[in-house]
């Protein structure tokens, strides 16, 4: 049978519910904090793991099930839009429902939508299943952190969330490398089998040692209508973000997805005013760090997201690695995430979430910065440099900005919190692959017709120039079948070229976004109700 829980909490202003702040450790399996991380990090491992690690079995997809460029940008689009929409409402249902049964439900759904990918024929289902898997994952993630949130008393609770942080890191950035691998090894199908046996595991751990936490005044009701204005607003942003380099940014059928979106976050703040139990409480957002927090994962998954987007291109493209060479390449800021997570989770316990949190954006955009300067020939142990430096800034960051989200919230809105956070990220993620790709489309568009004639190349069509443009958009040389040696030279040459210079206006509007990113992390601070769930696993 389930254990339960009640915890009492308080609202974003009031104090934090009176709870010890050094309770007694719990001596068994269930509730125990540390075992509690344990699990919930293999569960959130699955689904971090996957935002990057399909991108390098797309092209093995695509030749096996004769799909097309657009059936398998879908892949990723697919799984990216499920897990955004419903990051929100998945955390409202670990609210209600408790984050235990909402991430055993998660897991499950996870491994098993995984596992029909790997025996899946045909695209549409390859796609299908990939949306239910974003659907399984936005359960999953807000409860890892409600449950978090539930067992680590006050004082450990950052330490908690780094080591969290790190895994989610270290995931993200070791996808390629596991991919790359696994595809390269074995087959395309084997980067969804893994999740089976991982899921699996996560499940029997779950069931061994995860306690049921429920707040004293958690939502006794759902709030539909305002279930549907969110999702439909969020879909029409995330639509028009993933769309926008396909539509055009000028394009008529882009702007009105912006602006159904809006007028339906409109609608939506609206509705939450009148109902008696809101979706979110507008009340949240009185709490100027929880929403400063709320801005700044933003912030940071546009400069990091967006800007690490190019850079694939750039070792692969550019650099000519093979997937898993770009990967390796990658470790330095893989490996300083690691160890800057729990490392941050300390520094925050100690210092508060302030200093450490203006200090991982500052260095970001320093990084940020020095990535502007890499070129064609730039030497692997400079690019090291910069990469380190990245995972060095975005390490308190993930662990600082989590904490004030979900410490700032009351108990039985952990949930919420937790998609919040989850959703912010995504959106800065979409916003910034969108707007950096955008800065990156007009510079190129901008310097290939003269960097094209001063090289004394063949004067192009407009078609043919917009194609050129394309391929060089990610960093590959439009080098037609038969082409002389000497002009294909020359035109490698033009395109690397013409891809660097895009890359660095990209990184230093990154690097722009970062420091801006660095005054809005002065706005933080410890979370209020942090305590509030500070004895939950003891009792």
């Avoid at 709320?294 to 912030?299: E, F, I, K």
């Amino acid at each position: 049978m389930t254990s339960q829980t009640t915890i009492s909490a308080t609202g974003p202003g009031d104090k934090a519910a009176a709870a010890p702040s050094d309770p007694t450790p719990s001596t068994g399996l269930r509730g125990h904090p540390w075992f509690t991380l344990i699990t919930v990090a293999v569960g959130v491992m699955m689904v971090a793991l996957d935002g990057t690690i399909v991108a390098i079995a797309n092209p093995a997809i695509q030749k096996d099930l004769g799909a097309s460029f657009a059936d398998v940008q879908w892949i990723t689009n697919g799984y990216f839009l499920a897990l955004a929409v419903s990051l929100i409402t998945a955390g409202k249902l670990g609210d209600r429902f408790g984050h235990r049964q909402t991430f055993l439900i998660g897991v499950t759904g996870f491994a098993a939508a995984s596992g029909a990918i790997g025996l899946s024929h045909s695209i549409a289902f390859v796609v299908t299943f990939r949306v239910l898997q974003g659907l399984f994952g936005a359960l999953l993630m807000p409860a890892a952190l409600g449950l978090l949130r539930a067992t680590f008393p006050a004082e450990k609770l950052n330490m908690a969330i780094g080591l969290w942080g790190m895994v989610i890191g270290a995931s993200t950035a070791g996808g390629p490398i596991l991919g790359g691998v696994l595809v390269e090894h074995v087959n395309w199908q084997s980067v969804f089998f893994i999740n089976v046996p991982v899921g699996a595991l996560a499940l029997i751990l779950g069931l061994l040692i995860l306690r049921d936490h429920r707040a004293e005044n958690a939502p006794r009701s759902f709030d539909l209508l305002g279930i549907a204005l969110l999702s439909g607003a969020m879909f029409c942003l995330v639509w028009a973000l993933i769309k926008a380099p396909t539509w055009g940014w000028g394009s008529g059928t882009t702007w009105t997805f912006l602006a159904v979106s809006v007028l339906g976050f409109a609608l939506f703040a609206f509705w939450e005013q009148r109902v008696k139990e809101p979706l979110i409480p507008l009340g949240l957002f009185r709490s100027v760090p929880l929403s400063a927090g709320v801005v700044l994962m933003v912030l940071m998954a546009i400069a990091f997201m967006g800007g690490l987007f190019f850079v694939t291109f750039y070792l692969q493209n550019v650099h000519g690695m093979s997937p898993i060479d770009a990967g390796l390449h990658l470790l330095p800021l893989t490996g300083m995430m690691i160890v800057g997570s729990p490392l941050a989770g300390a520094a925050i316990t100690k210092l508060g979430p302030r200093v450490p949190l203006a200090g991982g954006m500052a260095a970001t955009a320093i990084a940020m910065y020095g990535m502007s300067t890499l070129e064609s020939d730039t030497s692997s142990p400079v690019m090291s440099i910069w990469f380190a430096l990245l995972g060095f800034g975005l390490a308190p960051v993930m662990v600082g900005a989590t904490e004030v989200i979900v410490g700032n919230a009351p108990m039985e809105l952990s949930g919420v919190a937790g998609g919040l956070q989850q959703a912010a990220m995504q959106i800065g993620g979409s916003l910034g692959t969108a707007v950096l790709g955008a800065v990156m489309a007009s510079r190129v568009d901008s310097d290939l017709p003269g960097n094209w004639t001063g090289a004394g190349l063949p004067k192009l069509t407009q078609p043919q120039l917009d194609a050129a443009s394309e391929a060089v958009q990610v960093g590959v040389a439009p080098v037609a079948k038969g082409t002389p040696e000497a002009i294909a030279a020359k035109i490698t040459t033009v395109a690397h070229d013409t891809f660097i210079s895009g890359m660095s206006l990209a990184c230093l509007v990154a690097a722009g976004v970062a420091v801006v990113a660095v005054f809005v992390a002065l706005l933080t601070k410890r979370g209020e109700n942090a305590e509030a769930g500070a004895g939950a696993a003891h009792i």
